[in-house]
């Protein structure tokens, strides 16, 4: 991100994302530039850039500007965020062992358990807000401490600068997947974090039409490492993408303003609602980590899990809701409803949900930006009509 800026609030740097980087033209949008290959001025010359999977403009801009809003180093853009993620776990190697949040992305469970155990890293999944846990489970051969908060989906918080401050200690990385509150409402790396990464395919994105992840790290040697595993690995983000990244992330701020609002309503409604048994939402004061969720950031995400009494209603509800569409993923203006036992955590083996809570019981719920009244008459209307049907079966 240009220096001129980097004082300025959070809002103000994301509006302006790449608007002075074009000397050229003056382009307010920053361009694509669709091009692999960068003509040497001569023999030992470079223009700063070469081959595009190395570095490539349109993306340099956006891999500057997240390291920027998350007060790191340096930024990577991956072409997905599990892109994101095995680029991040191939900085270890075989015998090494990482202790990782057990409420965890189904696909971040999927890429330890069934690929990078094959090359011999091993994980244990722990409650990370626990530092008994994380003591007892700790090995001479761990590495790292991966850590999702909140947790999707049932929004278990973890204490960012108490689980980094023992991770110093210990001489690990502390690895965060900050997706669910990005860093308008979270800066890991300013509790402690040395790494941070996104599914920019959800909020940072906005839109649920662009695949992606970012990457950023603090400290130079651990942002050179990371160059290195970014182009050897090469799951980096195409230009297109890289812009359309950047053309969501500069409305960041009031979408998540709106999320957040819409959420706490929509949460509320629910948990006053007769057939719903429980809400899992961190903006709730009845949510358990409601105080550290508060002190260590600035806002809650747009998501939350909800449980009915009655597994009966699952199917109706998810036939009748109109507005809110059945489909996975989270993060878009759109609102989106999973059913995350058979769709996002269906590579969870079923003791381990069931030990979590993710049972045939719960909904997810990305709240999107429309009318909170529309939304919550749709799913008041859902519920009711799978009522009915309960009832007339
Ligand atoms: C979606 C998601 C991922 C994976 O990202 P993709 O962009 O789908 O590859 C990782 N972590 C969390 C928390 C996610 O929600």
Not at 309 to 318: G, Q, T, V
Not at 325 to 335: M, P, R
């Amino acid at each position: 991100m240009n220096e001129q800026f980097k004082d300025l609030k959070i809002e103000s740097r994301l509006a302006q994302i790449g608007s002075v980087e074009e000397p050229v033209t003056g382009a307010v949008s920053f361009p694509i530039y669709q091009s692999t290959a960068f003509r040497h001025p001569k023999l030992g010359q470079s223009t700063g850039f070469d081959y595009a999977r190395t570095k490539s403009p349109t993306r340099k801009v956006l891999e500057e500007a997240i390291a920027q809003l998350e007060s790191g180093d340096a930024g990577f853009a991956c072409s997905s965020g599990m892109a994101a993620l095995q680029t991040i776990f191939t900085l270890f190697s075989q015998g090494d062992h990482l202790i990782v949040s057990l409420d965890l992305y189904g696909g971040t469970y999927r890429l330890l358990e069934k690929i990078m155990s094959r090359f011999g890293v091993t994980a244990t999944y722990v409650d990370t807000n626990d530092l008994d846990a994380l003591e007892s489970h700790y090995r001479p051969n761990t590495k790292a401490v991966v850590v999702e908060t909140p947790t999707n989906p049932l929004m278990m918080i973890t204490d960012l600068e108490k689980v980094c401050g023992w991770a110093k200690k210990k001489n690990l990385l502390s690895i965060v997947d900050n997706t669910l509150l990005t860093p308008f409402f979270q800066r890991p790396i300013e509790l402690g974090a040395d790494v941070v990464i996104h599914s920019a395919t959800k909020y940072l994105g906005g839109h649920n039409d662009v695949l992606a992840g970012l990457i950023v790290t603090k400290g130079k040697e651990l942002s050179e490492q990371m160059a290195f595993l970014h182009n050897s690995i090469g799951a980096v983000l195409n230009p297109q993408d890289s812009w359309l990244l950047m053309r969501g992330m500069k409305t960041l701020a009031i979408r998540m303003e709106r999320h957040e609002y819409n959420a706490t309503r929509m949460a509320a409604f629910l948990l006053e609602h007769p057939q719903v048994e429980s809400v899992y939402y961190p903006g709730l004061e009845s949510h358990p980590a409601y105080e550290i969720q508060k002190k260590q950031s600035s806002g809650n995400t747009g998501i939350f899990s909800f449980k009915m009494k009655d597994a009966r209603f699952i199917e109706p509800i998810l036939r009748h809701i109109r507005l809110i569409a059945f489909a996975e993923s989270l993060g878009g203006v759109e609102s989106l409803m999973t059913y995350p036992a058979v769709q996002t955590h269906a590579d969870i083996p079923e003791e381990i949900r069931r030990q979590i809570g993710v049972d045939d019981r719960l909904l997810r719920y990305s709240v999107g930006i429309e009318h909170i009244d529309d939304l919550i008459a749709d799913l008041s209307r859902a519920i009711d009509l799978a009522q009915a049907e309960i009832e007339g079966a």
